[in-house]
């Protein structure tokens, strides 16, 4: 039972003593889904009236002047007008890196099995090399996903404090 006080009692410690999260999140009309891009983490980006794709390291997120202080500028939040995200399309890269791989090892059991007399047909060679095929066009496809920041989609600032006390 006591245990049981000490662990409530390090809960509420730790929760008073956290600091408040500053983000970015993107947003879709008529969706409840959104990303999130929090200080620490690269963004990559394009700004408008710009063909130039930026990765930078998010610094601090200026929730009232809705500015972003990226390492090498700062740059207010209207004027980035895309996204480019490389950690949507898990699966299908995933998907593409097993059927790379069921290629790869069909082929090789198949050259094992000529060691105890199996015939290799040319059909072996169809299958392991359009698994293979397959699995990169896919991995291809799916490398990265873009938005493009409007009507559709917009970037807003978020901040997840418990108080507004100024210090």
């Known amino acids: ?33 959104t990303d999130r891009y929090y200080e620490g983490e690269d963004l990559i980006f394009r700004l408008h ?22 390492e090498n500028r700062v740059v207010p939040i209207s004027k980035i007008r895309q996204i480019r ?5 898990d699966f299908w890269r995933g998907l593409g890196n097993k059927l790379m791989a069921f290629g790869g090892a069909f082929l090789g059991f198949s050259l094992l099995g000529t060691l105890v007399d199996w015939e290799l ?12 095929a397959a699995g990169g066009l896919l991995r291809l496809i799916f490398n990265h996903r873009t938005y493009k920041l409007g009507k559709k989609r917009w970037l807003r600032p978020m901040n997840l404090e418990f108080s507004k006390s100024k210090a």
């Open 1 to 33: 039972m006591k245990l049981q006080h000490f662990a409530t009692l390090l809960v509420l410690i730790c929760s008073f003593s956290a600091d408040a999260q500053s983000f970015l999140q993107l947003e879709k009309r008529g969706t409840l889904k």
């Open 121 to 132: 047909k040319a059909d072996t060679f169809y299958i392991s090399g359009g698994a293979a």
């Open 49 to 70: 009236g710009d063909e130039t794709w930026y990765q930078e390291q998010i610094l601090e997120i200026m929730i009232e002047d809705e500015l972003v202080l990226f």
């Open 85 to 89: 995200n490389f950690q949507k399309g």
